[in-house]
């Protein structure tokens, strides 16, 4: 995540589900650049496409995680574990804060740590995900290919696996990584969603 100096506390809120329009917090001080309200909307409207229970029962992984936001969305909606993983000691601990105001105390796991190490601790531990979210910050490009790289070519993913990567509309993640070819890009305002799944 992106972190510049901003004297106000941006806020957010939960779209819809369990938790629907109670706010989140970004880091006081600090511009956090989380995924805006209308773009988690328009990615969940995607995602279930009509269908409230669409989510019930899945396995998030919420990568370069910032606010949480968008794990925090997915458990609202009836995800069954979201595993958020996040490098920044501040922004770890805002994740905790945004769960502990929710009083969410179950049916997620956060890691402070690299992105790259946790998707190998992962594999080898067997784990299978539904969905993945990343969001680097966008001036790292090379974490887009690196991780996409990473997770296509891993034993991480069903054969319905949805990977969904939130960039800027001025730079295109890798068309395909290891099993994974891009088959959808949503643009919003200055940000877009690209969307993968195994061919």
Known sequence: MRFRRN???STLRVIAGQYRSRPLRSLPGLDLRPTADRLRETLFNVLTAGNPAALAGSVWAD???GTGAVG????????DKVLFVES???????IQDNLNALQIASGFELVQGEVGKTLRRWQAQGMLLDYVF????YRLEHEYGD???FIGASTLLKPATIVIAEHT??????????ALKKYRTLVQGDAALSFYRKE
């Open 7 to 9: 004297r106000r506390t």
């Open 169 to 178: 509309k001025r730079f295109q993640p890798v068309e395909a990584a290891g």
């Open 63 to 65: 990568l370069f995680a």
């Open 134 to 137: 990343l969001d680097p910050p």
């Open 72 to 79: 925090i969305e997915a458990l609202s909606r009836g995800a």
């Open 88 to 94: 920044a000691r501040p922004a770890a601990k805002l």
């Open 147 to 149: 991780t996409l790289e």
